[in-house]
Structure formats: structure tokens, C-alpha cells
């Protein structure tokens, strides 16, 4: 099918100066008091080619989308931080230092606060309960937070 610049614009919904520049170096059928006419699959394949803007390669319609994909993400990222649906990094930081900083004090300071209460235990069992009982105090401190009685 034959077909002009205007007609291929119109077609594809495209600028008529876009058609005119991806068309460039397309070798028209004819000439006509319709203008320039073009074969139809011809015109239509290079109208539809990937862009290639440089001579890097580089289609500057998907460095485009690219870029909007990527402004989106910024966004969608800042509007995340506003609802606080993100925590900082420095914040999580703090939160495990905290925490492993309480776990080793209460771990190290465990001797001391079982050699005094141990003394007066003869049972060995009886020993058993009141270690596992301190040192389980601790790790249910630890879970909820808490800085565990006694340090």
C-alpha cells in the first residue's frame, strides 16, 4: 500500500516531523500530487525500529523511561519515609548496639550475682534451677528490651 508522510503520522499517531525524520534515507516509490509516497511495511518498520539517538547506542527513549522509573522510585521512597514506613539506617545501628551492649553487661555481670546466691545453695539441683533461671531472666530481658533487675 502506498502511502504519504501525513497518512503514516496520522496512522501511527506520531508528530509529522518524527515520521519525516525516522523515514529519512527510506528510497520512495513514487512522487505524486499526494506527495511523497512510501510503501506501507517499509515505512512502518522503520517507524517502529529502536531509536537510536548516538553513536554509543544510547535510545534516548528508554533513558527517558529510565529516568522517570528512577525519579519514581526517589519518590516513592521519600513518600515511604514520610508515612515512617522506613527507619534509618543510623537508628537501626543504634538499636542493635543497645541491645548487644545490654546482652554483654548482663552476661558478664552474671558471675558475680550468681557467686553470692550460689553460696548458700547446697543442692546441686537447686543450683541448676537458680542458674538456668538467671540466665533465662536475662534472654527474656533481652527480647522485650529491658534492662534485666540486679545490674
Do not use: C, H
Not at 503514516?8 to 500530487?33: C, F, I, M, Q
Not at 527474656?140 to 534492662?147: F, H, N, P, R, Y
Amino acid at each position: 500500500m502506498k502511502v504519504n508522510i501525513k497518512q503514516l503520522a496520522d496512522l501511527v499517531e506520531l508528530n509529522y516531523r518524527t515520521v519525516k525524520s525516522r523515514l529519512r534515507g527510506l528510497t520512495p516509490l513514487e512522487e505524486s500530487s499526494k506527495g511523497i509516497l512510501y510503501n506501507s511495511a517499509d515505512a512502518l518498520a522503520l517507524i517502529y525500529q529502536p531509536e537510536k539517538d548516538s553513536q554509543d547506542g544510547l535510545n534516548l527513549t528508554a533513558e527517558r523511561a529510565r529516568l522517570a522509573k528512577e525519579q519514581a522510585d526517589g519518590q516513592s521512597l521519600k513518600n515511604a519515609e514520610s508515612r515512617k514506613e522506613l527507619i534509618p539506617v543510623s537508628q537501626i545501628k543504634e538499636a542493635w548496639a543497645r541491645i548487644i551492649t545490654s546482652a554483654r553487661n548482663n552476661f558478664l555481670a552474671l558471675p558475680s550475682r550468681l557467686s553470692r546466691i550460689l553460696e548458700t545453695i547446697d543442692d546441686t539441683a537447686e543450683r541448676e534451677r537458680v542458674i538456668d533461671e538467671e540466665i533465662r531472666a536475662i534472654l527474656i530481658s533481652l527480647a522485650e528490651d529491658k534492662e534485666t533487675p540486679g545490674t
